[in-house]
């Protein structure tokens, strides 16, 4: 059996080895008993394949992190009722955050990476009321039906598209934001996204594994998150995958060096390189604003 990467659904394993990695720590950020059983040997071979395959982990560690505390303070303080995990493949939050249990939770990914996940995860009790969606998400008409019976339910939903949006192609990316952004009910929306400078480096490394498997990364607009604004979106809130880093103290090695180093540049530089990654929270621009603690309308970030 080989550890290449044939499909893009293939980066769901090699991403829920490196959760399985941090979930072992005795130290762990989260812990994701049903990685290492979902990923199975060929997650195995192909984080053994890639080059520098586990010395890449802690983006993807924080990354993961940083969209758990986001997800969890947007469904108890932001009254998200619905959760939309757009190409969720092998992720687990439904089962393993602490989540109320009136919440609505929706999977969708390829139909077998679905019934892959089902067979595996069979027995298992999530936390909340979770629902998977079958459907491949290039499938245009197919998702824009799905999207409008999901806004039809519910009130307040938060998409989150964790590890999606760089294997589309920027038109493929704004007509998704289109499509998310002409229902009133999804307010927010949860991305990680890439300058094309990191892109550029990540090409170098893992370019070539992921070309052979026909899944190149391509999505890192130039603008930045200002790419969404025409599509209806806005920046509430970026979390550099930089400062999250070593905030969460899952970093790079020479992390310090490259702290001083940086120091040395100029301030527009430093921001720049600040931005290289992040997770980003998104606000539908014809959301209302979301309410203060008490109860009265507040900033939107």
Sequence with gaps: MTGAITHVSDTARWVAIYRAMESERPDALFRDPYARRLAGPRGEQIVAEMPKGRAWAWPMIVRTAV???????????????TVLNLAAGLDTRAYRLPLPPSLR??????????AYKKEQLAGERPACVLEYAGVDLSDVGRRRVLFAQIGVAASRVLVVSEGLLIYLS??????????????????????????????????KTWGPALARGKAPFQFAPPEGTRFFESQGWHEAEFRSTWDESLRLKRTMRLAWLWRLIARLYPKAKQEEMRRMAGIVLLRSSTA???????????PTG
Excluded: H, N, Y
């Design 288 to 298: 209302p604003p979301p309410a203060t603690a008490a109860g009265r309308p507040g």
């Design 105 to 114: 939770w929706i999977d969708v990914d390829f139909p077998d990476v679905v």
């Design 67 to 81: 969209m758990d505390e986001l997800i969890l303070r947007a469904v108890e303080g932001d009254g998200v009722d």
């Design 170 to 203: 920027p038109e493929d990316v704004a007509t998704l934001a289109w499509d998310l952004a002409t229902q009133a009910a999804f307010q927010w929306w949860l991305i990680d996204l890439a300058s094309p400078r990191l892109l550029k480096m990540m090409a």
